[in-house]
């Protein structure tokens, strides 16, 4: 017996030897043939902005990746940061060999990327380079709101002759479960303070309360009103007019978009490459062509984008990256960090798609203990999270800001948690459609006691305290369990009154006013004393610099920062433990709403664009989110549920 362990043993040996000796043989080869070739711009290239992939506040990389950091992305690749984006427009508009810029693809509207508020960044980018007077050609398929937002700022605009535009309005819909976790057994009782903190709501209505419908109103047509007001002004129409085509035709066809100046023509996508072409054709000289010889190959290359292999072109995820390392003042002795806050908060280490307590702890502290960092932003696209997450990153905020002033940049959603970390900065800059406020708390206990119970399946208990299985998912709270949930969520509630009542130089009781976990418009929370100003990261930068008194060039550095392939390989080969916003803890140590893995992208894998698949994605993600819950005691800073707009 024992030889024949010894035996099985060593071929268990010998497989994963080969295992591991095989994988990094791949990976050497991926590595090396997959390196990318220098991008190279043609003389008179055309700069192509594919709005398909998203727009997502993260570090941007001074340098195109490789084949391998593509290949180890982990699905946050797909997304183009946004600051990265703003400056690849800046630069284009001084760049000689860039004629224009072509805007096509479909925005896509899942998860935190490419909201509204980031939208208006860049809106903002393309008008600013049409003051260089290069052309800004759209050309639009089926477009929706959001992609006509942007493609409104173009010079020219096509519609497809089959195509339309649909713009209906904004809609936010929310799912509940209530009768489906009635159907199956599952019990949830919860604990809350404020009317409006509607993020139980989806687990224990089947319906939005009267106070969660009134927010929504609210928020969303100041939202509404934004994309209006930005359309009419770029498009030199009454808002008035817009509006009553929207509500007379919903889907407003290319000959009533024409007539109403919504488009400039109607056309296919190749008179949109004719005009393009000679664009790009009345930019170059002849010495310029004979020179541009190798930069054509490039252009070749890029042929499968636009199949015209004859336009000189460069995309946007290719451009960027020669444009933020050229912004950078290297040799500046001073330096403003961006700290990029951007998904859900949740305690420990997080991952993909969330904030870390933890981890992004670290890295403030990377931030605070370095002498060339005058002065910090950062950057807030966050519905919330773990409340005790929340306030370890507040905390290091606030010892940051000893030393270094810190300004906060809001994004498309700075609520509840994304609002209590928010309360370290001096200065706060929201854009009128930011999604913000929502000062409120609450604790979710769910039980699987009638669900367990319908399967024989039974549980009997042994304590040596009146309250030791309190987060426990065999059986309902009792009358005496609640109150004691209840006085914890009301102790963490009062603390975020406290802190925003500091920041904000207001007194608790006008703070408790407006917080109720009512969700406010970025320019309803500067009407009511939430956000000091109307602006970008732009903004918040030069308000950093003057806040730090810096003079002069300043280095940007942006955290977390990017790691490399090598850093991501080592990591994987490295095996190590599964970060805690995706493990299984405790019943004690999840707090009440441990349910199972998290599954960070899962609704990655539903790609579709049609109706069902954009429901199956919003329940996947409202499941997906439920399982990211684990804050040690169960007591959440979180907006309503999942904020789905269209």
Known sequence: MKSFLTAIAANLLTIAICVVGGLLLIIGIAASAGSKQPVTIADGAVLVIDLERAFSDRPAETKPGTFLDDALAAGAGDAMPLRAATLALKAAA??????????????????????????????????????????????????????????????????????????????????????????????????????????????????????SRRQTESYLGDM????????????????????????????????????????????????????????????????????SAKDSVRAMELAALLDRPSLPQITLAEYAPIAVGKDRSFRASQTIAIVYAEGD?????????????????????????????????????????????????????????????????????????GYWISTAAARVFAQPNTITGSIGVFALVPNIKELANRNGVTFDTVKT??????????????DAELAVLQRGTDAVYEAFIARVATARSLTPDSVRMIAEGRVWSGEDAMRIGLVDSIGGLDAALKSAASLAKITGDYDVLEYPRVKSATEKLTELLENKPTPVAAAIGSAAALGSSAIGTSAPGASALLSGRGSASTLARDITHELNVLLRYNDPRGVYARMPFVLRIR
């Not at 896509?108 to 007077?133: C, H, M, T, V």
């Not at 807030?380 to 507040?394: F, H, L, T």
């Open 465 to 478: 305290g009146r309250y030791a299985d309190l987060f426990s998912l065999a059986r309902p709270r009792t």
């Open 345 to 417: 908060i949740v305690d420990g280490e997080g991952g993909d798609g969330t904030i870390g307590g933890a981890s992004l702890s670290r890295e403030l502290r990377r931030v605070r203990n370095d002498a060339k960092v005058k002065a910090v932003v950062v950057r807030v696209n966050s519905p919330g999270g773990s409340a005790i997450a929340s306030e370890q990153i507040q905390r290091e905020l606030m010892l940051i800001r000893k030393s270094k002033p810190i300004v906060v940049s809001m994004g498309t959603v700075a609520a509840s948690g």
């Open 224 to 291: 509404w009103s934004e994309v209006k007001r930005g359309i009419a002004q770029s498009r030199g129409i009454d808002t008035v007019a817009l509006q009553s085509m929207v509500d007379s035709q919903g889907i407003i066809l290319p000959a009533d978009a024409k007539a109403a100046k919504l488009v400039d023509r109607i056309a296919y996508f190749d008179d949109v490459l004719d005009d393009l072409q000679k664009i790009a054709s009345s930019g170059r000289t002849a010495d310029a062509d004979r020179s």
């Open 94 to 211: 001084e760049d000689d060999r860039i004629s224009g810029i072509l805007l096509r693809g479909s925005i896509p509207a899942d998860g935190n990327a490419s909201g509204f508020a980031a939208l208006r960044e860049l809106r903002a980018a393309l008008i600013s380079f049409r003051q260089s007077k290069k052309p800004v050609h759209a050309y639009l398929v089926n477009p929706e709101t959001r992609d006509y937002y942007v493609a409104s700022t173009a010079s020219v605009i096509t519609i497809d002759p089959f195509g339309s535009l649909l713009m209906p309005g904004l809609a936010s819909e929310q799912i509940f479960f209530a009768g489906l976790f009635e159907k199956f057994g599952i019990g949830m009782q919860v604990s809350r303070v404020g009317r409006f903190k509607a993020a139980v709501e989806p687990f224990t209505r089947r319906d939005m309360s009267a106070e």
